[in-house]
């Protein structure tokens, strides 16, 4: 089972100068494909806190992470340095290719600044940019940094994920609406195992309380068999309940 994390850098974020329009589109592709994410960070422009994150990020041996922001040319874009840093050793190549991309787009205007996007981690692999021809980056096949432009990042996160994550297993989910209190279920909850995905949301309206209850696996058996724990235990409290659809 891979862990995907998505990492958001970008001070203007967190000030309120921009909004963030990364995550939705991120979520909304890893869900179309059977994937979650288990942690997303926004975080400031600031390369120790950047280093640090990333290392958090490669301590998870099944870890997949998309950077978005900070692979520019100007002096505020440190993601090329922090991902060398951490996932290289700090070595760093002039990419053959990205040099090439660069190039090609704006020939004599690529200097003297430019063509230092193509200073990368060594062994970089590269992302096709449609916009400005200035790719993004992965390496070892689950660490992809990207601008943080969404009409840079969006067709990238596309090429990476068709490229290398195109599909996942299909998780089988059962949900209900219980018409009480999550106090009343907490006992049930106890008996369901970690390794099923389980989830309680409780809903207050004025004074009726209910709690949506949802099971998930990817055993199809085993999702149905917690999920009944649920429902045998209503039907035994006289505690009414409605099904909600098969996802």
């Given at each position: 089972m891979k862990n995907f994390y998505s990492v958001i850098i970008g001070s203007e974020l967190l000030n309120g100068r921009r909004v963030?329009?990364?995550?939705d589109f991120f979520n909304k592709e890893l869900l179309k494909r059977g994937w979650e994410q288990k942690a997303s960070f926004v975080i400031k422009d600031e390369p120790k806190f950047i280093e640090d994150v990333f290392a958090l990020?490669?301590?998870?041996?099944?870890?997949?992470?998309?950077s978005f922001g900070g692979i520019g040319a100007t002096p505020d874009?440190?993601?090329?340095?922090?991902?060398a840093n951490v996932f290289t050793q700090g070595d760093m190549e002039v990419n053959s290719g990205a040099k090439k991309a660069i190039l090609d787009k704006f020939k004599d205007d690529?200097?003297?600044?430019r063509i230092n996007m193509a200073?990368?981690?060594?062994?970089?692999?590269?992302l096709k940019n449609p916009v400005t021809n200035v790719p993004g980056f992965y390496l070892e096949d689950r660490f992809f940094f990207v601008p943080g432009f969404p009409s840079m990042s969006q067709s990238m996160i596309l090429e990476a994920l068709d490229k290398l994550y195109p599909?996942?297993?299909?998780?089988y989910r059962y949900s209900l609406v219980a018409y009480c209190s999550e106090n009343n279920l907490v006992d049930t909850m106890k008996t369901i195992p970690t390794d099923i995905d389980f989830s309680s949301l409780p809903k207050i309206e004025g004074d009726m309380r209910s709690t949506v209850i949802s099971v998930a696996s990817y055993d199809d058996k085993e999702a149905l068999k917690y999920f009944k724990v649920f429902v045998d235990f209503l039907e035994s409290q006289n505690i009414s309940y409605k099904l909600a659809d098969k996802e």
């Open positions: 963030d329009a990364h995550f990020v490669k301590n998870d041996p099944d870890s997949v992470m998309f874009d440190f993601t090329r340095v922090c991902a690529a200097y003297p600044h200073t990368l981690p060594l062994k970089a692999k590269l599909k996942n297993k299909q998780k």
